[in-house]
């Protein structure tokens, strides 16, 4: 079926360190993307997006990258600090329509390592 | 700005009791979803609004769960009755005309014993 998934349940770096959280998309449909960061006992905070018609988009200390040709997404975390221990998750919509409701990934748990 | 609000933060029920959830969206804000989160998964949708009419409810248990707007701005979002599958974080989302980012809200945490 349709589905938003992450290659890792969990990832531990070392703090300073660059995090890459990968993800892998199977609605070739999709032209949205977008990474959430959610910490314990809050609701998912916006990270960065992009639209299909990017390959590379950056803001600050976060870089996603979209493959499309094999449905990939990652989103790189540069000199990662220790508040950006969260679960990770990437989700995915199809615009232009006017159901819009987003599919997420089952997550990625970010252990930061002192 | 004021984010998205929601009330209340837990709720403890019995199974086959009700309860409803409270949403108030960004101000301005005609687009309003509620998500499920399960333990360990990542959100599901529910319910989108657009202003007071619903767009899609397709993924809505209608046999117990229901959701209205009525004025078009805060949501409310009931469990009639609950099983004990429904212990979940409830998530309300909002987003502005012709923008893409969902903004959440901290979410209500029910546990159904």
């Known amino acids: 079926g349709e589905s938003v998934g992450l290659h890792l349940p969990t990832l531990s770096v070392q703090e300073g360190d660059n995090s890459i959280i990968n993800c892998a998309y199977s609605n070739s449909a999709s032209d949205y993307f977008i990474w959430y960061k959610q910490e314990s006992g809050k609701g998912p905070q916006f990270i960065i997006d992009?639209?299909?018609?990017?390959d590379k988009r950056q803001g600050q200390r976060v870089t996603v990258l979209l493959n499309k040709t094999v449905k990939h997404l990652s989103l790189q975390i540069a000199a990662t600090q220790p508040g950006d221990s969260a679960v990770y998750f990437c989700?995915?919509?199809?615009?232009?329509?006017?159901?819009?409701?987003?599919?997420f990934g089952k997550g990625t748990h970010l252990i930061i390592q002192p | 700005e004021a984010g998205v609000a929601q009330s209340p933060r837990y709720k403890i029920i019995e199974k086959r009791q009700s309860v409803a959830f409270w949403c108030n969206p960004i101000s301005g804000h005609a687009t309003l979803y509620w998500y499920q989160q399960i333990l360990g998964q990542g959100p599901k949708l529910l319910i989108q609004f657009q202003n007071n009419g619903v767009v899609d409810d397709s993924q809505l248990p209608k046999d117990r769960f229901s959701a209205e707007r009525l004025k078009g701005v805060d949501s409310t979002l009931k469990i009639q009755p609950a099983k004990l599958e429904d212990s979940a974080v409830y998530l309300c989302?909002?987003?502005?005309?012709?923008?893409?980012?969902?903004?959440f809200g901290a979410g209500t945490r029910l546990s159904v014993l």
């Open positions: 989700a995915e919509k199809r615009t232009g329509g006017g159901a819009d409701g987003l599919t």
């Open positions: 989302a909002s987003r502005a005309n012709g923008r893409n980012i969902q903004y």
């Open positions: 992009i639209r299909s018609n990017m």
